[in-house]
T-cell receptor, first 113, second 113 residues
Framework: QQQVKQSPQSLIVQKGGIPIINCAYE??????FPWYQQFPGKGPALLIA?????SEKKEGRFTISFNKSAKQFSLHIMDSQPGDSATYFC????????????FGKGTKLTVNP | NAGVMQNPRHLVRRRGQEARLRCSPM?????VYWYRQLPEEGLKFMVY????????ESGMPKERFSAEFPKEGPSILRIQQVVRGDSAAYFC???????????FGSGTRLTVV
């Protein structure tokens, strides 16, 4: 059972485009939703994160939109660059627990020059 | 300040051998997490440890897998009698406490032949 569903599996955009990656969850015990960026051969790196009491958060070119009632959140990358080509994972953390994260399956983003 | 250090980066084992994966957390971090990533999949939580204590091992297979984080030295993930299905990337992450987000290492890629 996939607790965090991520889509699309892959995404190709042109430089300057705005790729959008979506995630949905069922468990209301989640209290923190980070996004990770992973380059081939590297570990995931925290990109941006949001709590469910906030509907939007921006950091540089990255924006998270959060819809608590729909149990959905998404990552938008403004003015995307070829260097943004990577795999992106959404995740969710259980409230009051061991800080363990449940990850989506990932989205492979390709930004063409 | 060095990041989370994992070694070896690549490990090849024959079926039935033991694999030992090491993780040195960031300086000042006393919380360690292990995750496993299968090809084309997101990361799956395995175990959460603090110094000399296993806090949450709900993601660990019941047999052949064990983890420790001794008072001195790195955290060790040990896989006994490896099978082909154990082939994966194993990532360690650390945090200073129950804080938002944690830092991942670059992983150990285990191949069982």
């Amino acid at each position: 059972q996939q607790q965090v569903k991520q889509s699309p599996q892959s995404l190709i955009v042109q430089k300057g485009g705005i790729p959008i990656i979506n995630c949905a969850y069922e468990n209301t015990a989640f209290d923190y939703f980070p996004w990770y960026q992973q380059f081939p051969g590297k570990g995931p790196a925290l990109l941006i994160a949001i709590r469910p009491d906030v509907s939007e958060k921006k950091e540089g070119r990255f924006t998270i939109s959060f819809n608590k009632s729909a149990k959905q959140f998404s990552l938008h990358i403004m003015d995307s660059q070829p260097g943004d080509s990577a795999t992106y994972f959404c995740a969710a953390r259980y409230r009051g627990g061991s800080e363990k994260l449940v990850f989506g399956k990932g989205t492979k983003l390709t930004v063409n020059p | 300040n060095a990041g989370v250090m994992q070694n070896p980066r690549h490990l090849v084992r024959r079926r039935g051998q033991e694999a030992r994966l090491r993780c040195s957390p960031m300086k000042g971090h006393s919380h360690v997490y292990w995750y496993r990533q299968l090809p084309e999949e997101g990361l799956k939580f395995m175990v959460y440890l603090q110094k000399e204590n296993i806090i949450d091992e709900s993601g660990m297979p019941k047999e052949r897998f064990s983890a420790e984080f001794p008072k001195e030295g790195p955290s060790i993930l040990r896989i006994q009698q490896v099978v082909r299905g154990d082939s994966a990337a194993y990532f360690c992450a650390s945090s200073p406490g129950l804080a938002d987000g944690y830092t991942f290492g670059s992983g150990t890629r285990l191949t069982v032949v």
